[in-house]
C-alpha cells in the first residue's frame, strides 16, 4: 500500500517561498498512471486543488497559481517538492500531497481517488 508523508517548515514568513516534499513508500513514482499531486485547505474552506506531477515527470497545475508555483520530484529518495513563492496570508492551511490514478484536476472530499497523506500545517505570519 501506498504510504505518503508530507514534510516541510510549519511557518513561512510572508513574501518567502512555501516549500514542502512529500516522501513516499509502497510504491515507486515512476510507476505508471500516478499523478502525485499537492492539495491544500485553507482554514474554514474546501480543498483545492495545486497541481501534480505525473509518472512521465510532465506537470499541470492550477491556472490560479501557475505564477508561483512548481512541482519537481527526485525519483532516487522518492520524494516530490512542492514550492509556492510570494506567500500571503492566503497561503496558509493545511498541505497534502496524494497519490491519484489518473490526472485529477479538482478534489471535493478528503481520501478521494486515491491514497493521501496526512496533511501538514502551514502558517503564514512574520
Known amino acids: 500500500q501506498v504510504q505518503l508523508q508530507e514534510s516541510g517548515p510549519g511557518l513561512v514568513a510572508p513574501s518567502q517561498t512555501l516549500s514542502l516534499t512529500c516522501t513516499v513508500s509502497g510504491g515507486s513514482i515512476t510507476s505508471s498512471y500516478g499523478y502525485w499531486t499537492w492539495i491544500r485547505q485553507p482554514p474554514g474552506k474546501g480543498l483545492e486543488w495545486m497541481g501534480y506531477?505525473?509518472?512521465?515527470?510532465?506537470?499541470h497545475y492550477s491556472p490560479s497559481l501557475r505564477s508561483r508555483i512548481s512541482i519537481s520530484r527526485d525519483t532516487a529518495k522518492n520524494q516530490f517538492h512542492l514550492q509556492l513563492t510570494s506567500v500571503t496570508p492566503e497561503d496558509a492551511g493545511v498541505y497534502y500531497c496524494?497519490?491519484?490514478?489518473?490526472?485529477?484536476?479538482?478534489?471535493?472530499?478528503?481520501?478521494?481517488?486515491?491514497?493521501w497523506g496526512q496533511g501538514t500545517q502551514v502558517t503564514v505570519s512574520s
Open positions: 496524494a497519490r491519484f490514478p489518473k490526472p485529477v484536476t479538482s478534489v471535493q472530499t478528503l481520501g478521494e481517488y486515491g491514497y
Open positions: 506531477i505525473a509518472y512521465t515527470g510532465s506537470w
